[in-house]
């Protein structure tokens, strides 16, 4: 059972690691920004229910559930996002403050990288993007991903594999075509 004291120890602690996970999971500020509230609202709600040690684990596989039911109601309107053009090739992205002192090509490459890898990772499938959000940039061990996900050890490192695999060929694609 968490108690008060351990739920917001959790909400402290946990904000960033969720809000990234949330952001790869939907590629979409505000909706990273609602699922983060959703599932943190979940935890509240079953607090009762759940042990303190376990609920980043539990955040995890809640967080993930209701994307996938939101996806499903989710109509495919075009929102605006950092990646909106606003002219001479840049992006509202690069229109904003950069308080660190690095050269423009830099600056430009790794944003065009994130750019990729973004659109690279909204392509994969579901589960192959959970286990690659989990593992490659949450940096969660593969043992911790399969509980989080409710799935043998072994689907997990097939998991990673495959999407790590799917990801290398979607990049390679978007390489290929402006």
């Known amino acids: ?7 917001d120890r959790f909400v402290d602690e946990y904000a960033d690691k969720a809000f990234s996970f949330a952001m790869g999971l939907c590629a979409d500020v505000d909706r990273a920004q609602d699922l983060v509230q959703q599932a943190f609202v979940k935890v509240f709600d079953h607090a009762d229910r759940l042990e303190a040690d376990r609920l980043d684990q539990w955040f995890l596989t809640v967080m993930r559930r209701i994307h996938l039911d939101g996806v499903k109601l989710m109509d495919n309107r075009p929102k605006v996002t950092f990646d909106l053009p606003i ?3 840049l992006t509202v992205a690069d229109a904003l403050p950069d308080e660190r002192e690095e ?3 830099t ?3 790794r944003v065009e990288t994130r750019r990729l890898v973004r659109r690279g990772i909204a392509r994969l499938t579901p589960e192959h993007r959970a286990v690659l959000l ?8 593969y043992e911790e ?4 996900l409710g799935v043998p050890l072994n689907t997990v490192r097939s998991r990673i594999v495959r999407a790590r695999d799917a990801l290398r060929e979607v990049l390679l694609g978007l390489e290929a075509t402006p």
Request: proline residues 0%; charged residues 30%; without cysteine.
């Open 134 to 141: 989990m593992i490659d940039l949450d940096g969660m061990g």
């Open 87 to 89: 002219g001479d090739g």
């Open 107 to 109: 600056r430009l490459e």
């Open 103 to 105: 050269a423009l090509i």
């Open 1 to 7: 059972m968490a108690d008060r004291a351990a739920l």
């Open 145 to 148: 991903t399969a509980k989080a």
